[in-house]
Structures are given as structure tokens and as C-alpha cells.
């Protein structure tokens, strides 16, 4: 199911895919990849997967296994040529050891913040479960029950505009990159909202 708060991505070639997977006949689908670019693909596609409300497929190019997100898939041709599924795939393993390894090179921006118990209580609510690990490894509160901690972001904009929501309830301590970013987002926030 969809994560609260956000729309379920629109995936109308999703049918099609799932009745091949069925079938077992192959695709030819074209897809919009991470960089906007259109791309096509000759594929036996082997398994969908549903990650809290987004779908991808999981499919096989040329004997190498490969995920694509179905929302970025803009057509799909169904073959006549039909293939046989690998007797040794098991689509669940193939997950979670992909999903390991997506994570594990996933570029991380380490960002140390000073953050006041009030921005610490609502962190799971912006960052989701994932920061209940940075709680649990930050610093002891100090006298105005203030703590220091290390999230991580994509890249630098990733974190000054989402850090930016906190307002004065967090300092950012490093890297001073994003110290810079979050001033330059707070006075473009009172330049556009200043009275003239």
C-alpha cells in the first residue's frame, strides 16, 4: 500500500506486464530512465514487486537480471516468442538482496544537526522509520534538552530544503555546505515573502 500522504504512482502498462509475466512471453517496452532520457529494452520479464505502493519489474536483458520502475514505463509490447523462467530464480531473494545492494550505493551526504526535543519528536513523521536509528544514536540531551545527531540526505539541496521545515528548531553543526544552503533558502524564503 501507498505510504500515507503521498499518491500512488499511475501505472497503466501494469496489467500487460503482469499477464506476460503470466504468459511468459516476452516484452519490448519503452521507458523514461532516471535521466528523463527515453530508452527501450528486449525483455523476459520475471516478477512485479510492490515497495510501499511503487511497482517495479523485475525482468531479464540479455541474461542479466534488471529492476525497472513501472510508473516509467510509456508502452510495452507484448512478443510472440515466449521464454523459460529460470529454474533457480526466486524472485523474493532476488529483492531483497537487489534492495541491500541499492541501498548500500545510494550517495549519502552526512549531515550533523543540533536538534530541539520538539524537532526530534516529529523527525519520524518528515524522515520516516529509517531515522529512528539516528535517534537512537544521538547524543544525550543537553540542559534545554537539545541533542546532536547525523541524518542522511542524497546531496546537499536534498538537505537544506528538507531541513529548512525545522525553522530555528535545528542547527545545522556539518558540513558547512549545508549551513551555506539553508541560509541562502532562508532569505530567498524572506525576499519572496517580505512586504514592500
Not at 536534498?158 to 532562508?186: C, K, M, Q, W
Request: with cysteine; hydrophobic share 45%; net charge neutral.
Amino acid at each position: 500500500m501507498p505510504n500515507w500522504f503521498r499518491r500512488a504512482e499511475e501505472t497503466p502498462q501494469l496489467p500487460v506486464i503482469a499477464e506476460s509475466i503470466r504468459d511468459r512471453r516476452r516484452i519490448d517496452l519503452t521507458y523514461t530512465s532516471p535521466s528523463r532520457s527515453k530508452a527501450h529494452a528486449h525483455l523476459a520479464p520475471l516478477g512485479i514487486v510492490n515497495k510501499a505502493g511503487v511497482w517495479y519489474l523485475v525482468a531479464d536483458a540479455s541474461g542479466r537480471t534488471r529492476v525497472f520502475r513501472v510508473a516509467r514505463v510509456r508502452s510495452v509490447r507484448v512478443c510472440e516468442d515466449t521464454f523459460t523462467r529460470p529454474a533457480d530464480f526466486d524472485l523474493a531473494a532476488f529483492w531483497e538482496a537487489w534492495s541491500a545492494d541499492f541501498e548500500a550505493t545510494r550517495p549519502r551526504l552526512r549531515v550533523v544537526v543540533r536538534a530541539s526535543p520538539e524537532a526530534v519528536d516529529v523527525m519520524p513523521e518528515v524522515f520516516g522509520d529509517a531515522v529512528h536509528e539516528a535517534i537512537g544514536n544521538a547524543s544525550a540531551p543537553d540542559e534545554q534538552g537539545w541533542r546532536e545527531l547525523v541524518l542522511t540526505f542524497e546531496h546537499e539541496a536534498a538537505a537544506a530544503h528538507r531541513l529548512a521545515g525545522f525553522g530555528g528548531s535545528i542547527e545545522v553543526r556539518a558540513p558547512s555546505s549545508v549551513r551555506a544552503r539553508l541560509v541562502e533558502t532562508a532569505t530567498a524564503t524572506l525576499t519572496r515573502y517580505s512586504v514592500h
